[in-house]
Structures are given as structure tokens and as C-alpha cells.
């Protein structure tokens, strides 16, 4: 599953990211330097069209996480589990609760009741 990580505003500055990307399983990641970018939008005008569908997906996905983390943490668990069920069978339980922002016991619960 393709998954657009960006610290958008960092990069459109020309500095690095606070961000780090710590992966469970087996991940290809590539990455975009700003000039490349730049040279791409220069030779290929085109892609403009693919930019902004790249932007607008980057800001769904990012509205999207900011309402999740913004619930109450059993809300956000159930909110996490129907919008991610695969998250739950992939992800060990202490990093799910981290993500979430839950201690592992309060994830437990959550589960529990589920």
C-alpha cells in the first residue's frame, strides 16, 4: 500500500524534517530531493497534474490523522480499527498503543471490550 510521507511545509522550505520514519516490516522507501522536484515540474509540465493529486491525497491523509488523534483514546482506537483493519493483525500491540498514544494496558481494554 503507497503511502505519501511528507513534512510538506520542511521541504517546500529547503530543511530537513523533524519527522523520522521507523518501520515494523519490510519497506521500500524512496525519496524526492526539492531540485529534482523542481527539474521534473521544469522539463515535464505535464506532472503538475500528478502534483496535485499527490498534494490533495497528502492533505485527506493528513486531515484524516488529525481527527483520529483528536478523539477520546477508546474513540480512536475504534476509530483506527474500522478506517485500518489490517493495522491490528500486522502491527504488535506496543507500537499500535504508542501510535495511539495509549499505554499498552489501555489498548488491552480496548480490545477486550471490542
Not at 506532472?47 to 486531515?63: G, K, M, N, P, Q
Amino acid at each position: 500500500m503507497p503511502v505519501l510521507l511528507i513534512s510538506l511545509s520542511r521541504f517546500f522550505q529547503h530543511l530537513p524534517s523533524h519527522l523520522s520514519i521507523t518501520t515494523v516490516e519490510p519497506t521500500i522507501l524512496t525519496s524526492l530531493y526539492y531540485n529534482d522536484l523542481d527539474y521534473i515540474y521544469t522539463r515535464y509540465s505535464y506532472f503538475h497534474i500528478h502534483s496535485r493529486i499527490l498534494t490533495a491525497h497528502y492533505y485527506c491523509f493528513s486531515d484524516a490523522h488529525f481527527l483520529l488523534m483528536h478523539l477520546p483514546p477508546k474513540e480512536r482506537y475504534f476509530a483506527l480499527i474500522k478506517q485500518y483493519p489490517w493495522m491490528t493483525k500486522r502491527i504488535k500491540d506496543k507500537y499500535l498503543a504508542g501510535y495511539l498514544g495509549i499505554t499498552n494496558v489501555a489498548l488491552s481494554k480496548f480490545k477486550n471490550s471490542f
